[in-house]
Nanobody
Framework: HVQLVESGGGSAQVGGSLTLSCAVS????????MGWFRQAPGKEREGVAA???????RYADSVKGRFTIPKDNAKNTLYLQMDSLKPEDSAMYYC???????????????????WGQGTQVTVS
């Protein structure tokens, strides 16, 4: 069972940056695929970025060129580096993990088995 704990959320100005962290209990095969999702009030949860075991990353069109999803294996930590923030980036951000979700080629919430509790990001 993979446990995930997000941190690093907060407030940022338009055009600013924030880095979210996701502490992973252990990188077992249950965490071969890691992802970041977000959900704004009244909206569905949407995929932001995903990183597979081989280091291949994919991004939602809305964040391409602005967000990256690096991982530090030594620290068992996944990050979401967010630059050039926009008001529409405001949401609750969630870290997620799954054994095989990355195989779909999508960043779909329903494909991920393990979830963190979320961290709020507000851009104004």
């Amino acid at each position: 069972h993979v446990q995930l704990v997000e941190s690093g959320g907060g407030s940022a100005q338009v055009g600013g940056s924030l880095t979210l962290s996701c502490a992973v209990s252990e990188y077992t095969d249950g965490a071969h695929c890691m992802g970041w999702f977000r959900q704004a009030p009244g909206k569905e949860r949407e995929g932001v970025a995903a990183l597979d075991y081989d280091g291949y990353s994919r991004y939602a069109d809305s964040v391409k060129g602005r967000f990256t999803i690096p991982k530090d294996n030594a620290k068992n930590t996944l990050y979401l580096q967010m630059d050039s923030l926009k008001p529409e980036d405001s949401a609750m951000y969630y870290c997620a993990a799954d054994r095989s979700a990355c195989y779909s080629g999508y960043i779909a919430p329903g494909d991920f088995a393990y979830w963190g509790q979320g961290t709020q990001v507000t851009v104004s």
